[in-house]
């Protein structure tokens, strides 16, 4: 079994900024990718930024510059560092983490439970 606990969504003014974490715990064999999706009300779930072995973050082109996505591999942990947050980015972020349970199991996503994340004056 595997649990992924997130945290740090709030609400603030234009401008300011979050953390968000999501650490991961119980059956884990190997991260391959952590990362954060986003959804609006009314639209799709969208990649805002990922980040995994052997290669460099990658963000969605909207928050470039903005954001910065880190993680602690020793907590098994991942973070999302959102910076000049704009009311555009109120949405409900998921941390996903692509991970082998065990050894002998191929990759397979989870997903948080989501924590909202609003900008408004």
């Known amino acids: 079994q595997v649990q992924l606990v997130e945290s740090g969504g709030g609400l603030v003014q234009p401008g300011e900024s979050l953390r968000l974490s999501c650490a991961a715990s119980?059956?884990?064999?190997?991260?391959?990718?952590m990362g954060w999706y986003r959804q609006a009300p009314g639209k799709q779930r969208e990649l805002v930024a990922t980040?995994?072995?052997?290669?460099?973050?990658n963000y969605a082109d909207s928050v470039k510059g903005r954001f910065t996505i880190s993680r602690d591999n020793a907590k098994n942990t991942v973070y999302l560092q959102m910076n000049s947050l704009k009311p555009e980015d109120t949405a409900v972020y998921f941390c996903?983490?692509?991970?082998?349970?065990?050894?002998?199991?191929?990759?397979?996503?989870?997903w948080g439970q989501g924590t909202q994340v609003t900008v408004s004056s």
């Open positions: 996903n983490v692509r991970l082998r349970p065990l050894s002998d199991i191929p990759p397979f996503d989870y």
């Open positions: 119980g059956r884990i064999f190997r991260i391959n990718a």
């Open positions: 980040i995994s072995i052997g290669n460099g973050p």
